[in-house]
C-alpha cells in the first residue's frame, strides 16, 4: 500500500508542476494586473473565485466562450471581451483568455479563411451560394479594417464579416466539444487518483494506530 501511495504522490506532484509550466504564461490572481487588456479588471477579477476555479463547471464553459470567441473576426479586442464573458458565464479566465492566441498575428489570416469557409458551407446547405474568397481577398479585408477605405465597400466587408463569424461560431462550437469532453474524462480520472490516495491514507493511518 505504501509503494502504490508514493506512487499515486508522484503523480500528483506531477500534475501540480505541469499546471503551474503551463499557468505561468497567462493570467494569475496574483498578476492580472500586469495585463494591459486586464488591467482594469484586476480588482473584480481577485474576488471572483469562480475566475480561478479549474472544477469542470468553470472550465466547460470557458473553453466554450474561449474557443467561439477566439475564432470570431474580433482580433484586437479579445482580451477585454474574454474577461466580460468570464464574468458573464462564471468562466475560468486563464483558460478562456489562452485560448485568444489561437487567433495571433501569424495564425490570424488562415483562422478567418477557414472560418469564411466553413460559413460558406453552412449557408450553401440552406440554397445561399456565395463565391470563395482568397488569401490576397482576406488581407484585403484585414487592411480595410485599419484604414480609411471602410466604407468605400461597407456591404462586401459586412457580408465577410457575418460569413467568418458563422464558420467561427461553428469551428468554435466543435473544438469546444471536443475540448469539454476531453477534460471532463481527465478530471473524472484525476478525481479518482485523488480518491484512491485518500482511502490509501487513511488505511495507512489506522493501520499505523492499531
Not at 474524462?185 to 487518483?193: D, K, Q, R, T, W
Request: proline share 5%.
Amino acid at each position: 500500500m505504501q509503494e502504490e501511495e508514493r506512487r499515486l504522490r508522484q503523480r500528483r506532484h506531477e500534475r501540480i508542476a505541469r499546471t503551474k509550466r503551463i499557468l505561468r504564461f497567462l493570467p494569475r490572481r496574483s498578476n492580472v494586473h500586469r495585463y494591459p487588456g486586464l488591467k482594469w479588471f484586476a480588482r473584480a477579477a481577485r474576488k471572483r473565485l469562480y475566475l480561478w476555479s479549474f472544477r469542470v463547471k468553470a472550465v466547460v464553459p470557458a473553453l466554450y466562450a474561449g474557443c467561439i470567441l477566439a475564432l470570431l473576426p474580433l482580433y484586437g479586442v479579445q482580451l477585454p471581451l474574454s474577461a466580460l464573458l468570464a464574468l458573464l458565464v462564471r468562466a475560468n479566465l486563464p483558460v478562456l483568455v489562452g485560448l485568444q492566441f489561437i487567433s495571433n498575428p501569424v495564425t490570424v489570416v488562415p483562422v478567418y479563411l477557414t472560418g469564411y469557409q466553413v460559413g460558406r458551407a453552412c449557408l450553401n446547405l440552406f440554397g445561399m451560394d456565395l463565391p470563395p474568397l482568397n488569401f490576397e481577398e482576406m488581407n484585403a479585408f484585414l487592411s480595410a479594417l485599419h484604414s480609411e477605405r471602410l466604407f468605400l465597400n461597407l456591404g462586401y466587408l459586412a457580408r465577410v464579416w457575418l460569413v467568418t463569424s458563422l464558420g467561427g461560431i461553428v469551428l468554435g462550437s466543435f473544438l469546444a466539444t471536443a475540448g469539454a469532453v476531453i477534460y471532463k474524462i481527465a478530471a473524472y480520472e484525476v478525481n479518482l487518483s485523488y480518491q484512491r490516495l485518500r482511502d490509501l491514507q487513511r488505511r495507512n493511518r489506522a493501520s499505523s494506530d492499531s
